[in-house]
């Protein structure tokens, strides 16, 4: 497979702000092709530590590796607000990064439109943003982060400003495309649920200093569909993430 994830590790990674240490001393492997969801209250790091993962921020001390350490390394970040540009048609948003990368216009037509197709929204293409649903928005703001075949997928917790069959919908084609494409996927979510339905492992980190309270690998099928949802196995993995959310600490 040509677009196969990246490995990551991080190791003694810490950050402060002022007085404030978000981050301290935090150390994590990540396997390739890996669907990792990064549990933990509000305020502990998660964006933080995405940041970091992302190369948008540096960490005050500790390392990133990245493997295989090469140029064509790509990664694309997905945040709650979809960020469209209001002016542009959807076809238009999804084709930015060729645009930014140089691709020329015939190719990045044709790309941004069989990405598009992949999110649900081959019948869109024309629309603007404000005549798009919520979860239409975030159907394009994934496509423009896929458009470019990344390597590593982080997403800070997207579809949490959602209704709930949408953000279902939603992570169900999340999971086919991981299984389809093979990128490494980092999901930061405050839902157990979301977590446990999504991941093929789940960190739950420490209300303060982003310490790795729970290392879980979740036994559940590769293929999930809202069936999955009211499985037994489910709850078994939403009580181990609930249980660790739930200490003290
Ligand atoms: N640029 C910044 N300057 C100062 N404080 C920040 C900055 N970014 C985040 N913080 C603080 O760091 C803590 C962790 O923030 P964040 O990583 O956004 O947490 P989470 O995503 O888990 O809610 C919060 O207390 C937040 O206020
Ligand atoms: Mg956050």
Redesign the pocket.
């Known amino acids: 497979m040509t677009e196969a994830g990246v490995a990551l590790r991080l190791q003694n990674i810490r950050r402060a ?1 002022g007085d ?1 240490t ?1 981050i301290d001393n935090l150390s994590l492997d990540i396997v390739a092709g890996e669907f990792l969801a990064i549990l ?1 209250p ?7 530590l995405l940041r970091i993962v992302a190369g948008l921020t540096p960490p005050d001390s500790g390392t990133l590796q990245i493997t295989p350490p090469d140029l064509r390394f790509q990664n694309a970040f997905v945040f709650q607000e979809a960020h469209l540009l209001p002016w542009r048609t959807v076809l238009e948003n999804a084709a930015l990064p060729l645009e930014l990368m140089g691709v020329d216009a015939a190719e990045r037509t044709a790309r941004a439109r069989a990405t598009l197709a992949e999110v649900g929204l081959a019948d869109a293409e024309s629309r603007y943003p404000a005549q798009l649903s919520g979860g239409m928005r975030m159907r394009v703001s994934l496509a423009r982060a896929l458009v470019t075949k990344p390597r590593l997928l982080l997403l800070d917790e997207p579809f949490a400003a959602l209704d709930e069959i949408t953000r279902f919908r939603l992570d169900v084609r999340l999971r086919d495309l991981w299984i389809e494409r093979g990128m490494t996927v980092i999901f930061v979510t405050h839902s157990i649920t979301e977590a446990a339905f999504l991941a093929d492992r789940a960190v739950v980190l420490t209300r303060r200093g982003c310490g790795v309270k729970l290392d879980r690998r979740l036994d559940l099928p590769r293929a999930r569909d809202n069936d999955l949802r009211l499985s037994p196995q489910l709850a078994v993995e939403m009580q181990a993430l609930l249980g660790a959310m739930e200490e003290e600490g």
Do not use: D, H, N
């Open positions: 702000f404030l978000v933990g509000s305020g502990c790091g998660k964006s933080t």
